[in-house]
């Protein structure tokens, strides 16, 4: 099942990701490099935004678990995104994630 995040637009989050291989168990991701991608629609090349590695927190990565920051500027415009987490290990090996769905909704302002 693939998973859904729900922000309003400009809103400024945490995303907490945690790493688990195909048993259910956390992935030591010591030494491997992160790169979140978002894009408008899955098949294009070019990212709506995406983190770099040096944009996560990392101190949970014996655990699996990563933090990145959404910042308002990642969320400034509404629609549905897709995510993909590539994570690199030594040895040059890639894994990709499975692909998530971003949906940012149009924040609710007041109207005097």
Do not use: C, H, W
Request: proline content about 1%.
């Amino acid at each position: 099942m693939r998973t859904t995040l729900t922000l309003k637009q400009g809103e400024e989050k945490p995303l907490i990701i945690t790493v688990k291989n195909s048993s259910g168990d956390t992935v030591n991701l010591t030494d491997a490099t992160l790169f979140l991608g978002v894009k408008s629609l899955k098949t294009d090349v070019e990212y709506a935004f995406f983190k770099d590695d040096t944009e996560f927190d990392k101190n949970g990565v014996a655990d699996g678990v990563v933090i990145v920051l959404l910042e308002a500027e990642d969320t400034a415009v509404d629609g549905k995104f897709y995510g993909e987490l590539k994570i690199l290990y030594a040895g040059g090996i890639i894994e990709k994630s499975s692909d998530f769905i971003l949906k940012i909704v149009k924040a609710v302002t007041n109207v005097s």
